[in-house]
């Protein structure tokens, strides 16, 4: 199956961090670029704050957090709520530029709903088996490249 990477519209660009989307045809799993499209303003805007607040190398374990343990180390969630209902948006974190290990970025993949204090453990599952498949990893490296390839030729 192809992937596609996109960028979120509405982000400043990031020195140190990245944000995008994942997307896979016919993969209905992953499904965050779609419900983040289908999302109202105001809940759509809460999110990019927290995208950027991340992106902006800020920590707050109240919207968005990472897991220290292995072999979880690698996923990521940002959080809301709206009421008693909680939502995450699950992604996963990886180096794409060859040239600038430092830089880090988050692929967000899925949504969902969630009602326990716990994150089910299937969603770090599937987030450990896509980050280590070739084809997604060749396709977040080939858009985070052709990012810094327009941005050299911008300033040229």
């Known amino acids: 199956m192809s992937c596609s990477v996109t960028f979120i519209p509405g982000l400043q660009p990031g020195v140190r961090?990245?944000?995008?989307?994942?997307d896979r045809a016919g993969d209905s799993?992953?499904?965050?670029?779609?419900?983040?499209?289908?999302?109202?303003?105001?809940?759509?805007?809460?999110?990019l704050s927290r995208f950027q607040h991340w992106q902006?190398?800020?920590i707050f374990p109240g919207y968005h957090h990472g897991w220290s343990a292995a072999p979880n180390d690698k996923c990521y969630v940002f959080k809301w709520r709206r009421g008693t209902v909680r939502y995450r948006m699950y992604g996963f974190l990886i180096h794409p530029r060859a040239t600038d290990?430092?830089?880090?970025?988050?692929i967000l993949v899925s949504y969902t709903q969630k009602s326990e204090h716990e994150t089910d453990p299937i969603h770090l599952v599937a987030l450990n088996k896509l980050r280590n498949q070739p084809d997604v990893i060749q396709a977040v490296?080939?858009?985070f490249a052709q990012a810094e390839l327009t941005k050299a030729g911008a300033g040229r």
Do not use: P, S
């Open 141 to 143: 490296n080939y858009r």
């Open 17 to 22: 961090r990245g944000l995008a989307f994942l």
């Open 56 to 58: 902006d190398g800020n």
């Open 101 to 106: 290990k430092r830089f880090e970025a988050c």
């Open 29 to 47: 799993h992953i499904n965050a670029k779609a419900v983040f499209q289908d999302l109202g303003d105001k809940t759509r805007f809460e999110l």
